[in-house]
């Protein structure tokens, strides 16, 4: 597989702490949503920042578009869009002038901001200036920035952050429409699972500065799928003294029995057992053991 951006080794202390990021082996596959999970101080501010050379690297690779960072500073940022932290804009000038004062830097044609415009949504703001924007607006005017050079990459920290919930989907839509017709590689951090959970097709888990767990969403989620089962009957004590000699790891919990680690062939096959017992079953049910469970998991073992 290729990867648009691969780190290997990445470690990082600042003057007087503790390791904030231990080996960090990212890998971003090409044209993939890549989610950089974990909560506050887990270390994707300081990955981030490295990876796009905000921060002086101390230790490890960092390869993007197949080469080495460093040798190749000023090619690779051309390709890269990012934003970290709060967007820079100009308050008093219109979503139109902010991306004019890019469009010298950049020298690309002005149509392609009437492009970048459409594309977050903004192209009907006219002479409304930034500062007046909704923190939503000002979040989709600061993509647009990053957009306008048509990067192959794009580096997000953070980009829901203060967003209210309506905007939260605005932004998530905006990545996917941004992914599926630009092709464009997108890498956001975020603390917020159940928001990567709905964008991402790739996620990276770090804490600690230790990268957990890395894989495709479908692998993480597969990983949670042998869910707990809870079954409610009309005997528990019956019906858990029936199981346990059965084998089964099953306990009480809350007037119900919690078993652990059964198939789905199992569990019709305990039904029909409790059943053939002359025991009434009220429930069977997988206990939602969704992917905030799983990533609880992860991060405080
Ligand atoms: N400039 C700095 N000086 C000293 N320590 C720092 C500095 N910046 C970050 N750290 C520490 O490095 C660790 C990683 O911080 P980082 O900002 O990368 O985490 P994060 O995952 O981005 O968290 P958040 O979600 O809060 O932004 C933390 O322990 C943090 O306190």
Redesign the pocket.
């Known amino acids: 597989m290729s990867f648009c951006l691969e780190t290997t080794q990445l470690t990082y202390r600042?003057t007087g702490?503790e390791t904030?990021l231990d080996n960090i082996h990212l890998q971003v596959p090409q044209g993939s949503i890549y989610g950089f999970l974990?909560?506050?101080?887990?270390?994707?501010?300081?990955?981030l920042k490295l990876v796009l050379g905000l921060l002086k690297k101390q230790q490890g690779h960092i390869t993007i578009f197949g080469k080495p960072f460093e040798q190749h500073r000023v090619a690779v940022l051309r390709q890269v869009g990012a934003l970290i932290e709060s967007p820079s804009l100009y308050s008093q000038l219109s979503a139109v002038e902010n991306l004019q004062v890019l469009q010298t830097i950049y020298r690309c044609p002005s149509q392609r901001i009437h492009e970048v415009l459409q594309l977050v949504g903004l192209a009907n703001t006219g002479h409304k200036k930034a500062g007046q924007f909704s923190l939503g607006m000002k979040q989709r005017l600061a993509i647009a920035m990053t957009l306008l050079h048509r990067p192959a990459l794009l580096i997000l920290?953070?980009p829901t952050n203060g967003l209210d919930p309506n905007g939260i989907i605005e932004m998530r839509e905006l990545l996917k429409t941004i992914s599926r017709e630009q092709g464009i590689t997108i890498l956001i951090?975020s603390?917020l699972l159940p928001e990567i959970e709905k964008l991402a097709t790739h996620i990276g888990i770090?804490h600690k500065?230790k990268l957990l767990f890395q894989d495709t969403l479908e692998t993480l989620m597969r990983s949670t799928q042998q869910a707990p089962v809870l079954i409610s009957t009309n005997n528990n004590t019956q019906s858990l003294q029936l199981l346990q000699a059965q084998g089964v790891h099953v306990a009480a919990a809350n007037g119900h029995l919690l078993m652990q680690g059964v198939t789905k062939e199992k569990i019709a096959l305990i039904n029909r057992q409790l059943v053939l017992a002359g025991i009434d079953v009220y429930g069977i049910h997988a206990q939602h053991h969704d992917l905030e469970a799983t990533f609880m998991d992860l991060i405080n073992h």
Do not use: L
């Not at 974990?38 to 990955?47: F, I, Q, S």
């Open positions: 600042f702490q904030a974990g909560p506050n101080g887990a270390g994707k501010t300081t990955t920290d953070e951090s603390h770090i500065g």
